[in-house]
């Protein structure tokens, strides 16, 4: 784990008697496998909280499990350079799993007829109170946020049977 990622900008903050600035959102775009722009994330902190807005177009409708996942990459078609969920804490994946869930576990992105989706989520846990580049921190050249092919069940370990990777987006520097 990268622990000096998290706790340095927040002891260099403290030894120099100052707070941590709110940093500008955020965007990235979202590509599907083939390498298309189907979409737009945007990354900010809002309060003590970390906000993700999720904007797609030209998805299959229905529910698509969506995580963040540990390595800020998206090499296509597959997107395992992603890594795994992001998961600092070791818990098991999801939100009705009582051993859970990830950091990284977002629930469903509920797509409409229309191949569209517009939500804006809270990361469940994290707190913006180190910063949202310490958030970053805790993958491996950031983060990706993915879009699954199923829905996520919220509860099978370690990715709610959600299937396929066919979205995502590099969050971070």
Avoid at 6 to 33: D, Y
Avoid at 54 to 61: A, Q
Avoid at 105 to 123: H, Q, W
Wanted: glycine fraction near 16%.
């Amino acid at each position: 784990m990268r622990y000096s990622s998290i706790l340095f900008p927040l002891v260099l903050a403290t030894a120099c008697g100052q707070t941590q600035a709110t940093i500008e959102p955020m965007e990235s775009v979202l590509r599907n496998g083939g390498g298309a722009d189907v979409g737009r994330v945007t990354l900010r902190e809002s309060g003590q909280r970390i906000q993700i807005r999720v904007r797609v177009s030209g998805l299959p409708p229905g529910l698509h499990g969506m995580h963040l996942h540990e390595a800020g990459r998206c090499e296509g078609p597959a997107f395992q350079t992603a890594g795994g969920h992001l998961n600092p804490s070791g818990m098991h994946h999801g939100h009705q799993n009582p051993q859970g869930p990830h950091l990284g576990d977002l629930g469903n992105l509920r797509v409409g007829d229309d191949g569209r989706a517009d939500v804006t989520v809270e990361v469940p846990g994290a707190e913006a109170r180190t910063g949202l580049r310490s958030f970053l921190g805790l993958g491996q050249s950031g983060l990706a946020l993915v879009i699954h092919a199923e829905r996520d069940d919220e509860v099978t370990d370690p990715s709610g049977n959600s299937g396929a990777r066919i979205a995502c987006a590099v969050l971070g520097p």
